[in-house]
């Protein structure tokens, strides 16, 4: 079946039932989405659908024909992080660093919707993914951060 | 013609002042707020479990609010009220109502100032209250911790926005009358009609409304809506596969979840969540007194499976929900085997499409369910794809029923919650 | 001016120089370095060319032990190196924990890392650019002092440049440390005590291969067990007909109770995973687990060695008030975000694990036994999991990968567990018990103290296959060797049981108690956790009867200067002098120092209480930490916050469940954790350097303290003392009551 994953459409070979999860992974080697738990309980398999976060882990492929979906590889790379990243990583958001992916898509997906978004509205927004090292507020402040950078690149226009 | 207007208008005019005379109560003298000392410890303690049993918490709280300060928008038919604050703070609480206002409010829904109450706050149910019970819980609200706090100005559509119409709607539906046992029955049993017809106010969610809102008299408990939930049927109409008992009604009041009827939902989980802090015995008598009237009801024989070719519900059902759902075990932390759920065999999807849209988000700390929602990944179309399927697998009479409406009002709702985070 | 060659320089000098190892007299292979002087993990790999090697291009590779667990030591052993070795942190290339390539030095636990492998590492670094000076100096014919060091080169004052490669003929380095060797100033310091990022973050922010989840070898197979529904149930009956035909499946692994089942791709795997379990029969257990609710009378029922940990008692001068508690801790699970995995290879006679285990050498010493291969065959690379905190299902997963590995020779097989077989099989943080009495005099001190814990073992960690899951497993099972104490100033349950506050008369006991209901071992801080939490709640509850504020109490017993400038900092940085909580908040102070031999750390914390509901919510944390000689600061203030977060998600909510077969809480709904729901809004740390003393492990100095400062502030939010961990919602409704 065809996907259409960071802006290219992939050709997979999967069971329809498969979640997105191992599709990424295994058919496409992208590293960014994680298994955690696969019941969707910790976010740590984050992919945007349409926009939107979502968990790729109970996600079958089959219901994904039509939608775009976009991965932390879509977003940006070491050489050229997209603002989220570069924020996490100029604010070191990481302890172990394994909810970072998860982290960065949960909040993308807010920012896409809002980037002038309150601390409340931030914080329900990550409600779905967990940190067990305990780096939360380093991640909120990261948020932040690619929230004001995301702002001013819209106020330029660009 | 003038002269036939002219009529009209007079009999409109005495119709309205009929009303305002019909619904005018004094203003009660305020008071300064009662001091804890003024209240026997036992009454208060009495009045906690009481105020557990009634869920004052859940509606006069308002999502990240301070106790009971009121505040949470209910959504009705007629629109938008806002609950009140019932703290006891003399400016915007109860800090200045006697125990004669208060039980004037529950029992003819008249505030302190005498105006008329919305019966948004069912005082239809609480009319039936104990002069003792009354006390208790007036002695509970007034020892609580006072709270500052107004409300929004409630959005009701014209004329639902002028009080005194209310005295109408009591005139057609509600009389003022204390609870009467049935002497047929046990102390159990009546302690339980007890409660239920009253401050546990059941009906409140799980009777269906006529048009201008009132309790269907002739179908208590038969089934209702509240705030884009369905409340099923908890008597001979109860569409649970597996027949409700009075055991399994207490376990599932006491914990939230039973076995073979899944986890408390939406706004019954609130309620669920408020029973923790009543006693054994009340939840016991309220468990006895629906079991009485649930009738026989059979369970209902889980249909073959459809023999129609593999459809995409069936492809979603196995990819997304076959896991949770078949494998790990059931409730109270794993989802219910859908041929025992409630939600697949009501008369209507509106559960199904709430759950499966929005999903039980993990929410606090505490143990508790958490389902992934599907709205995100799902269109509408796939949506109802699935439920039809599951209804048709798992057996409900009218499998196609306003599946789509209820799919568009879930992910309507969803849609809304999301935008605000 | 173009690098010169040591060769060359050599033949254009025309002059014989022989350059003698440093240490003066030649070293005979047959005797034995002298070690006993060596810091750190020298001891055990006293050789410079264990921990640096330069080749002859300059490519400099630094060596260790340890392992990165997302705690930052890559990051800060780079920096130690660079800095001794005076090249940019970029330069070296760091290997961690490899069974084939570095110095022994057991587990990555206990804080070690910075004191043991940092301090080994920065001596050997020292001593290296030592070298590589002496010999410039007898090339470039310049004095030490006329030359300086420029990012892999000397040079000389005439501007001539050696890089590092040229200077270093083969074997220079094998030389024995010098456990006098010159260390750099912290006056000097380019790279230490600066905030470098991260060497790691920016791949696992932008997807690069960072996991051992990530790992990808040509050929790989997926791989998943199936593990017992009960503990100790044995398996009946099997029908693995149906099983091995499921699409993709290449076979079932059985052996004894032992089960697992490999196909090519992931979803596959995991489908037939479940079709195994449903598959399989298996016989009820013998014993039953104890009761949930009776956990803790379980507990003290069973025997126990009573260790005395300490014992200064005297009289008591003049009697004054006594006071008791007693404070209980659930069975708390390390709960690590992504689940135990590993990736296993047998090839020609050699088995290599990729692992995130903590300990490379002990599983590797365990994988062999249970293969029954000469350790020499077998190895284990560490490469990153998620965070582990302690002992987790990481051993096991190398383990289970090895022995399916073994049944597929020359295949590379990767095994993921499953959430659930996490949550159910990794050995948890013990539950454990403790009373303290104490007596204060007229003036308020404390003139006498009495502790006892009770615990079982807080290592299983292999070492044996016995204590392999899959070993306990085998249709020839290895027995798990019996539970010893850990011996103090390290300790186990006992670890932290000794207040550092100066008591006159004290005596504290540990009861060991072997048996262990449930699987159980190292989890961050171990036995720490509990007992500082006890001895700084029940300090509070002392100060409260002495009339005195809780910070003002603590210095008054205070004598290590080190100690007393974290509680003053981590107090003023709260504002804790003359500050009233608001109504429903609580202000909370506790202080510990890790193993009284690491890291201190104090936190103030404020937490709000919602009376009708019993919910506690954190509202702000403060917390002054003295490690030593800091080497990233930021990458230290990392760690504590994290402390603080996750011990708070521990103390205020954290408890396993278990029914008679077994753990029940088996993913995030029944085993909750803190969410962002309940984060609090700041904490802020503060770091108090201490250039050139020795470095002090942080990595678990601060959940302690945040669990009594959390107790602490809820106490004064409720008047209501709660002693029994985790201090959750419930307990704290039911102690303030209506």
């Known amino acids: ?158 | ?421 | 001016m173009t690098a010169l060659s040591r060769r060359a320089l050599l033949a254009a000098g025309g002059a014989l120089v022989v350059s003698v190892p440093l240490g003066g007299q030649a070293q005979t292979p047959a005797s034995p370095p002298d070690t006993a002087n060596l810091p750190g993990s020298l001891k055990g790999a006293p050789y410079l060319d264990a921990w640096i090697r330069i080749d002859s291009d300059g490519d400099i590779t630094v060596f260790t032990g340890k392992a990165e667990l997302g705690q930052g030591i890559k990051t800060a052993l780079l920096q130690i190196a660079a800095e001794e070795l005076s090249v940019r942190v970029g330069r070296p290339r760091l290997v961690t924990a490899d069974t084939a390539l570095t110095p022994n030095e057991g587990y990555t636990a206990g804080s070690h890392s910075l004191q043991d492998s940092g301090t080994a590492i920065r001596v050997a670094a020292a001593q290296v650019r030592q070298v590589l000076l002496q010999e410039a100096v007898a090339i470039l014919q310049h004095p030490a002092g006329q030359l300086r060091l420029d990012d892999g080169a000397v040079v000389g004052p005439d501007g001539r440049r050696i890089n590092y490669g040229a200077l270093i003929p083969p074997g220079i380095l094998h030389v024995v440390a010098r456990p006098d060797t010159q260390l750099k100033a912290p006056a000097s310091f380019i790279v230490i005590s600066t905030n470098v990022p991260r060497v790691d973050i920016p791949a696992k922010a932008t997807g690069g291969q960072a996991y051992v989840q990530d790992m990808r070898l040509p050929g790989m197979l997926h791989a998943r067990v199936v593990r017992p529904p009960c503990q100790g149930s044995r398996l009946a009956g099997l029908d693995t007909g149906a099983v091995a035909a499921m699409a993709g499946v290449t076979q079932v692994v059985r052996d004894g109770d032992f089960l697992a089942v490999v196909a090519r791709k992931e979803f596959q795997a995991i489908k037939a995973m479940r079709a195994l379990a449903a598959a399989a029969r298996w016989q009820a257990p013998e014993h039953a687990l104890p009761r949930q609710a009776e956990i803790f009378t379980h507990l003290a029922g069973l025997p126990a060695q009573d260790i005395k940990v300490l014992d200064t008692r005297r009289p008591p001068g003049a009697a004054g008030r006594t006071l008791s508690a007693r404070y209980t801790r659930a069975y708390q699970m390390h709960g690590s975000i992504g689940p135990s995995c590993a990736v296993a290879q047998l090839l020609d006679g050699v088995m290599t694990i990729w692992t995130h285990t903590q300990g490379v050498y002990p599983d590797r010493a365990a994988i062999a036994e249970l293969l029954d291969m000469p350790p020499a065959q077998v190895r284990c690379i560490h490469v990153e999991g998620s965070g582990c905190y302690g002992h987790n299902g990481a051993d096991d997963a190398a383990a289970d990968a090895a022995l399916i590995a073994r049944a597929a020779p020359g295949q590379p097989v990767r095994l993921q567990w499953m959430r659930e077989q996490e949550n159910g099989w990794e050995p948890m943080g013990p539950a454990m018990a403790s009373e303290v009495r104490a007596s204060l005099d007229a003036s308020g001190r404390i003139v006498d103290w009495d502790y006892a814990v009770w615990s079982n073992t807080h290592s299983t960690r292999p070492g044996n296959a016995g204590s392999l899951l899959a070993g306990q497993l085998l249709a020839k099972p290895f027995t798990p060797p019996p539970p010893k104490p850990i011996p103090m100033p390290e300790g186990g349950g006992d670890r932290n049981s000794i207040p550092l506050y100066a008591l006159p008369s004290a005596r504290v006991v540990y009861h060991f108690i072997p048996q262990m209901p449930l699987r159980v071992s190292a989890m961050r801080g171990l036995g720490a956790y509990m007992n500082v939490f006890s001895i700084e709640s029940f300090i509070d509850e002392l100060a409260l009867a002495a009339g005195a504020d809780p910070v003002a109490f603590r210095l008054r017993h205070l004598d290590d200067p080190r100690a007393r400038a974290v509680v003053a900092r981590a107090a003023e940085g709260f504002g804790w002098a003359g500050a009233k909580p608001a109504a429903g908040h609580g202000h909370g102070f506790a202080f510990a120092r890790y193993k009284n031999l690491a890291a201190y750390c104090a936190v103030a914390v404020e937490i709000a209480v919602e009376r009708e509901t019993g919910r506690t919510r954190l509202v702000r944390a403060v917390a002054a930490v003295d490690a030593g000689q800091v080497v990233n600061p930021d990458g230290l203030r990392n760690q504590v916050e994290g402390a603080i977060l996750q011990s708070s998600s521990w103390t205020l909510y954290e408890s396993a469940t278990f029914d008679a077969a077994g753990v029940t809480s088996l993913d995030w709904s029944s085993y909750p954790i803190m969410r962002f729901d309940a984060v609090p809004a700041s904490v802020e740390v503060h770091v108090i350097d201490q250039p050139d003393a020795p470095f002090l492990g942080a990595g678990e100095c601060g959940q302690g303290p945040a669990a009594a400062a959390v107790a602490n502030a809820m106490a004064q939010a409720t008047g209501k003392r709660l002693r029994d961990l985790p201090l959750t919602r419930e307990k704290v409704k039911a102690a303030i009551g209506v």
Not at chain 2, 226 to 246: I, L, Q, R, T
Not at chain 2, 305 to 322: K, V
């Open chain 2, 1 to 421: 013609m003038r002269y036939v207007a002219l009529v009209l208008v007079a009999l409109a005019m005495l119709g309205t002042g009929g009303l305002v005379w019909l619904g005018w109560y004094p203003a009660i003298r305020p008071v300064q707020p009662p001091a804890r000392t003024s209240f026997p410890a036992a009454s208060i303690e009495r009045g906690a479990r009481l105020a557990a049993l009634g869920n004052c918490m859940s509606c006069h709280t308002a999502a990240g609010g301070a106790a009971f300060a009121g505040g949470r928008p209910l959504q009705t038919p007629f629109g938008t009220i806002y609950a009140s604050n019932i703290t006891p703070d003399p400016e915007s609480g109860i800090g200045a109502w006697s125990l004669a206002a208060f039980v004037r409010a529950l029992r003819q829904g008249v505030d302190r100032r005498g105006q008329q109450l919305y019966p948004a706050f069912p005082y239809d149910h609480f009319t039936k209250l104990t002069a003792a019970d009354d006390a208790d819980l007036y002695a509970f609200l007034m020892t609580r911790g006072a709270v500052r706090a107004g409300k929004p100005g409630n959005e009701l559509s014209f004329p639902f926005d002028h009080r005194f119409l209310i005295a109408g709607w009591k005139l057609l539906f509600f009389r003022a009358a204390p609870f009467r046992p049935d002497p047929a029955r046990d102390a159990q049993w009546n302690r339980g009609a007890y409660l239920v017809q009253g401050l546990a106010h059941c009906g409140a969610c799980h009777t269906p409304r006529n048009l201008l809102g009132a309790e269907e008299a002739g179908h208590m408990l038969s089934g209702g809506e509240v705030e884009g939930w369905y409340a099923y049927a908890v008597n001979g109409a109860s569409p649970a596969p597996v027949p409700w008992s009075a055991d399994s009604l207490y376990a599932f009041l006491r914990h939230g979840w039973q076995p073979q009827h899944g986890d408390a939902l939406g706004p019954m989980r609130e309620v669920t969540d408020e029973l923790a802090g009543a006693p054994d015995d009340d939840l016991r008598a309220i468990a006895v007194y629906i079991a009485s009237g649930l009738g026989k009801g059979a369970m209902r024989p889980v249909p073959a499976p459809i023999a129609a070719p593999a459809s995409s519900g069936e492809t979603l059902y196995q990819g997304a929900c076959a896991d949770c759902h078949e494998k790990r075990g059931g409730p109270p932390f794993a989802g219910i085997d859908l041929a025992r759920s409630s939600a697949t065999h009501a008369p209507n999807a509106i559960d199904l499409a709430n759950i499966i849209t929005g999903g039980i988000p993990a929410s606090g700390e505490e143990r508790a369910p958490i389902m992934p929602g599907f709205g995100v990944v799902l269109t509408g179309r796939q949506t109802t794809e699935l439920i039809a399927w599951l209804r048709a697998r798992f057996g409900a009479a009218h499998p196609r029923d306003g599946i789509a409406e209820a799919v568009q009002a879930a992910r309507a709702k969803t849609g809304q919650l999301e935008a605000a985070r």
């Open chain 1, 1 to 158: 079946m065809i996907l259409n994953i960071n802006g290219q459409q992939q050709t997979v070979d999967a069971d329809p039932d498969t979640p997105l999860l191992y599709v990424l992974r295994g058919e496409l080697g992208l590293n960014g989405a994680k298994y955690g738990c696969g019941l969707g309980q910790c976010g740590a398999c984050t992919v945007l659908v349409d926009n939107r976060a979502a968990f790729s882990c109970i996600t079958p492929v089959a219901v994904l024909a039509d939608k775009r979906i976009v991965t932390l590889e879509g977003l940006g790379s070491a050489d050229n992080p997209g603002p989220l990243q570069h924020a996490f990583i100029e604010e070191q958001a990481a302890q172990c660093g394994y909810c970072t992916a998860g982290m960065i898509m949960r909040a993308e997906g807010l920012l896409r919707r809002n980037n002038q978004p309150a601390e409340a509205e931030i914080r329900a927004a990550m409600q779905p993914n967990l940190c067990r090292c305990g780096t939360h507020m380093r991640i909120l402040r990261a948020v932040r951060r690619a929230a004001a950078v995301i702002r001013k690149n819209a106020e330029a226009g660009q």
